[in-house]
């Protein structure tokens, strides 16, 4: 699956993030076809790779409340801003994730990236305004 619209932009940034929060599918194998293999993630200025980005999936899908999510319309991905021009991308979302332990994590994302030929992501720069939410 290659980025060439907004629209692919929008269903990178909601299928990706559930996938990677919630599905049992390999993380590797979810990366591979959305970022080209040796991309750079860059999240608050920490630099993430394919084996750091992996080693995060795990504890994440540990703590997120699958359940909770699936029958919540409140949680996940909302999309605010996609943009897509050439090999640049950037989009302006929400996540909400349902946690274990009851608590919703918040934040609106501010995310500016590079696409490979193949419209595969190869950087990503990121950063996140954690909301406070009552729920």
Known sequence: MG???ERDLVDFLVTYTRDMALSEEEPGAILDRYFV???EYCNEGLVIDRQRMIDHVRP???NVDKAAMAADEHTGVEIHQALVRGDQISARWTLRTRMRKGKTFTAEVYMFGRLAPDGRIQRIDQINRPLDEQR
């Open 3 to 5: 980025i060439s619209t």
């Open 60 to 62: 994440v899908r540990k």
């Open 37 to 39: 293999p040796d991309f």
